[in-house]
């Protein structure tokens, strides 16, 4: 089975008279289905309607991949992150299979659960292809939680916990309900980019705030309320004092228009010896 990622060529002239070529062929097809359809009704009191209508279907799309209606290549546009094999397995279609008995609506909500999908239409053209349009969740995110690390898109749905390597600049978000979250941190760090930029993790503290740690290692504690005021806070003090460059441990803004700044602890004098 082909997998491709773009569209193929227009159609030649030589390839549009055996698509027509098919039509006829099929529309032969077509009849010989409805007139074996026709002939059951004559069964339908006797109980022979239902098998007589299941062979009628299977007899169609037998004939119709003769005439060369079945399924050749999958034409998918969209896919980045989403790897063929899982594409290939949620789309559950055989290579030769008639195109006619393919399921749309089934192939679309199968390939809905993958994780990475945010939207898929899945479309026949005729005769012979298969096309998947997607369009995939971004990552926002890696999220730890119970020594285990996932990467979230910006609703906390968790698209994979696996090759994670591509991932390592994404901020680090910690906590049970941190997914749940995240998409509300994240919309009011982007109002102050200078402490975006400078985030390295987020940790969820009793399920009510934040605590932020920045690359120079310094925690910043979030009130559970008012946090946008909070980061405008931050925003003033490290552009005015330059107070993210000093020698502190932490900035506490817990407390509104009270900013509580934690030095480093001094280092300890070296002990004389006698």
Same mark, same amino acid.
């Given at each position: 089975?082909?997998?491709?990622?773009?569209?193929?060529?227009?159609?030649?002239?030589?390839?549009?008279?055996?698509?027509?070529?098919?039509?006829?062929?099929?529309?032969?097809?077509?009849?010989?289905?409805?007139? *074996?359809?026709?002939?059951?009704?004559?069964?339908?009191?006797?109980? =022979?309607?239902?098998?007589?209508?299941?062979?009628?279907?299977?007899?169609?799309?037998? !004939?119709?991949? =003769?005439?060369?209606?079945?399924?050749?290549?999958?034409?998918?546009?969209?896919?980045?992150?989403?790897?063929?094999?899982?594409?290939?397995?949620?789309?559950? *279609?055989?290579?030769?299979?008639?195109?006619?008995?393919?399921?749309?609506?089934?192939?679309?909500?199968? !390939?809905?659960?993958?994780?990475?999908?945010?939207?898929?239409?899945?479309?026949?053209?005729?005769?012979?292809?298969?096309?998947?349009?997607?369009?995939?969740?971004? =990552?926002? =995110?890696?999220?730890?939680?119970?020594?285990?690390?996932?990467?979230?898109?910006?609703?906390?749905?968790?698209?994979?916990?696996?090759?994670?390597?591509?991932?390592?600049?994404?901020?680090?978000?910690?906590?049970?309900?941190?997914?749940?979250?995240?998409?509300?941190?994240?919309?009011?760090?982007?109002?102050?980019?200078?402490?975006?930029?400078?985030?390295?993790?987020?940790?969820?503290?009793?399920?009510?705030?934040?605590?932020?740690?920045?690359?120079?290692?310094?925690?910043?504690?979030?009130?559970?309320?008012?946090?946008?005021?909070?980061?405008?806070?931050?925003?003033?003090?490290?552009?005015?004092?330059?107070?993210?460059?000093?020698?502190?441990?932490?900035?506490?803004?817990?407390?509104?228009?009270?900013?509580?700044?934690?030095?480093?602890?001094?280092?300890?004098?070296?002990?004389?010896?006698?």
């Amino acid at each position: 089975m082909k997998l491709f990622t773009k569209r193929g060529a227009p159609v030649s002239r030589r390839g549009m008279r055996l698509f027509m070529l098919r039509f006829k062929k099929l529309g032969i097809a077509l009849g010989l289905g409805l007139a *074996v359809t026709a002939g059951g009704l004559y069964g339908w009191h006797s109980g =022979a309607a239902g098998r007589l209508a299941t062979w009628t279907g299977q007899e169609t799309l037998r !004939i119709t991949a =003769a005439a060369g209606f079945r399924v050749n290549d999958i034409l998918v546009t969209g896919r980045s992150r989403i790897s063929a094999d899982d594409l290939l397995a949620s789309l559950n *279609v055989a290579h030769g299979a008639p195109v006619f008995g393919i399921n749309i609506d089934d192939a679309q909500k199968n !390939i809905a659960t993958i994780p990475w999908v945010k939207d898929v239409t899945v479309t026949r053209r005729l005769p012979d292809k298969i096309i998947v349009e997607l369009t995939e969740r971004d =990552a926002v =995110a890696l999220w730890q939680y119970q020594r285990k690390l996932a990467i979230i898109d910006e609703t906390g749905r968790v698209l994979s916990n696996r090759n994670l390597d591509d991932y390592q600049t994404l901020p680090l978000i910690v906590g049970e309900d941190a997914p749940q979250h995240v998409q509300e941190l994240l919309s009011l760090l982007k109002a102050e980019p200078d402490i975006a930029n400078q985030l390295v993790s987020a940790a969820r503290i009793g399920g009510r705030r934040w605590d932020l740690r920045l690359k120079n290692d310094v925690t910043v504690k979030l009130p559970e309320e008012n946090v946008e005021l909070a980061l405008r806070e931050l925003a003033s003090m490290a552009e005015k004092d330059s107070i993210l460059e000093k020698n502190i441990k932490g900035i506490d803004l817990r407390i509104p228009e009270q900013a509580v700044v934690e030095p480093l602890p001094s280092p300890e004098a070296p002990k004389k010896t006698i």
